[in-house]
């Protein structure tokens, strides 16, 4: 038996009406070093989970009687158990389905049949997630007490401590690849932030690049670019292209969250092989690119509505060919509306010219060069939005394919 994977002896209850898929799960989750109780009904389940308090919850989706969205929806309800994490176990291949699961409550799924491999590896990746996330909690309950003195030194720890989280959750370095160089950074204004990015390979050839702005400030902007990112990890992973991407999240949102809740986004999907980069815009800061064959520094129209705001928006894909020292530049409007003492905008002709001056640095040094040029226009460090940048250069020695 080993005990790699289970940390401290995390405890996981399952939940399913199956008695054999029950115990194959038990005995495969015990191998690996958990303490695994099973249920198999709602009821049973979540009597369990009221005594027990498990550090993670495999739920079937799918059972008499009561079936797992209920079970979601009370233990969501219940303040001892909302924070609890769950992978759904589910039969339904659907994507709706999925984010109705998540949209729940849930926090990733496993398609039945399943392999073994599969279930560790999203077990260990959930509760990896939940050991830095589950600091979050305090915070929200300090909120409560902010105003006296021992709040305010309560939610200044737990700020720092969800800003160190957020830091944790973004690309620890960028994908490395032969011909292409791909660099990303983030300075939020306050301690936590509303933007982020994000790289997710997708396959040995393909990675899909966002860049995201979510309205607001602070905690709350925080909290919902969390569930941004987790819905669109889930919904580019299953093939989608960048504007079906766009769309789902933009549904997610309009049906799930108030009417002054929404975000921009640009995603797209970087074919390493064939060099060409298909992208959506949902609403987002046109991006950038520089033509090294034409000598141009142009921004890329193509847009789209805010994501969250209309249930019947639609998205539209476009592919662009990249060639040799051509360069992408992505960026939120942290970048392009900060304002110097004067109370001029940087703007975005402004960006416009620092990139076609230094085009010839590489990714890491451009992105650097922007923010220093950002900092030099607004005489302080000090931003009233967030900061993103992200920038993709195709290598010098790339030949036309």
Request: negative net charge.
């Amino acid at each position: 038996m080993s005990y790699s994977q289970g940390y401290n002896m995390d405890k996981i209850i399952v939940v399913d009406d199956e008695l054999d898929i029950l115990e194959f799960v038990q005995v495969s989750l015990e191998a690996d070093g958990f303490e695994v109780i099973i249920a198999s009904s709602g009821k049973e389940a979540l009597a369990k989970i009221k005594r027990e308090l498990p550090d993670l919850i495999l739920l079937d989706l799918m059972m008499p009687q009561m079936d797992g969205y209920e079970v979601m929806n009370l233990l969501k309800a219940d303040k001892e158990t909302r924070n609890i994490p769950i992978i759904m176990l589910t039969a339904l291949a659907q994507v709706d389905d999925k984010v109705k699961g998540l949209s729940t409550g849930a926090d990733d799924y496993i398609t039945k049949p399943f392999d073994l491999k599969e279930l560790t590896a999203r077990v260990n990746a959930v509760l990896k997630g939940t050991r830095k996330v589950k600091y979050i909690n305090p915070l929200m309950r300090a909120m409560g007490d902010a105003f006296t003195e021992e709040g305010v030194k309560q939610l200044g720890y737990h700020l720092e401590t969800a800003a160190k989280i957020q830091q944790q959750l973004l690309p620890k370095e960028p994908p490395q690849y032969e011909n292409i160089e791909i660099a990303g950074t983030l300075k939020p204004s306050m301690m936590v932030a509303g933007d982020f990015y994000d790289f997710i390979p997708l396959d040995d050839d393909h990675l899909g690049i966002a860049i995201a702005d979510i309205n607001g400030k602070g905690v709350p902007a925080a909290m919902l670019m969390f569930m941004v990112r987790t819905i669109l990890r889930l919904v580019c992973r299953e093939g989608n292209s960048p504007a079906d991407v766009l769309k789902r999240i933009n549904d997610f949102l309009a049906a799930e969250t108030e009417a002054n809740i929404f975000a921009t986004m640009v995603y797209g999907i970087l074919d390493t092989k064939s060099l060409t980069f298909t992208y959506s815009n949902g609403g987002h800061c046109p991006p950038i690119k520089v033509n090294s064959q034409t000598d141009s520094v142009a921004f890329l129209e193509t847009g789209g509505l805010l994501l969250g705001i209309f249930d019947y928006a639609e998205f539209a894909d476009e592919t662009l060919p990249l060639k040799a020292n051509d360069t992408l530049v992505f960026y939120t409007d942290g970048v392009t509306e900060a304002e110097n003492t004067s109370e001029e905008i940087y703007g975005t002709e402004r960006l416009r010219k620092v990139i076609d001056q230094n085009e010839y640095l590489d990714a890491d040094e451009l992105c650097r060069k922007i923010e220093e040029d950002l900092t030099e226009f607004t005489s302080t460090l000090q931003r009233s939005d967030d900061l993103t940048i992200v920038v993709i250069k195709i290598d010098e020695t790339v030949k036309g394919v």
